[in-house]
């Protein structure tokens, strides 16, 4: 089964940028969806964005928008998360999961789950 692994996090501060990355193991994403999403400290988990690996469709919320873009490299079986203009409140683990059936912002649709990067944006 594919597990995903994420890294790139750090600490920034804010208006920078950073590149965060999501690389299959065990196996491949061609099947998958897969998204990203994020808990800041003392907060729910939340959707940040998804692409479909099939298709190239790509989907974000909306706090991200605008901001941050998603990409894939099928050769290097990684998914990409580009976050520019960060800004404090995008202070959070980041996730990376993979969905056997599609893309989807609801988190019980993901079945594979990485340990997640940090990313703390400072003001």
């Known amino acids: 089964q594919v597990r995903p692994v994420e890294s790139g996090g750090g600490l920034v501060q804010a208006g920078d940028s950073l590149k965060l990355s999501c690389t299959a193991t065990?196996?491949?994403?061609?099947?998958?969806?897969v998204g990203w999403f994020r808990q800041g400290p003392g907060k729910e988990r939340e959707f940040v964005g998804s692409?479909?690996?099939?298709?190239?469709?790509?989907s974000y919320a909306d706090s991200v928008k605008g901001r941050f873009t998603i990409s894939k490299d099928d050769d290097k079986k990684t998914v990409y998360l580009e976050m520019n203009r960060l800004k404090p409140e995008d202070t959070a683990l980041y996730l990376c999961?993979?969905?056997?059936?599609?893309?989807?912002?609801?988190?019980?649709?993901?079945?594979?789950w990485g340990q997640g990067t940090q990313v703390t944006v400072s003001s």
């Open positions: 692409i479909s690996w099939s298709s190239d469709t790509t």
């Open positions: 999961a993979a969905a056997p059936y599609g893309t989807s912002q609801y988190e019980k649709n993901y079945s594979y």
């Open positions: 065990g196996g491949t994403f061609s099947i998958y969806g």
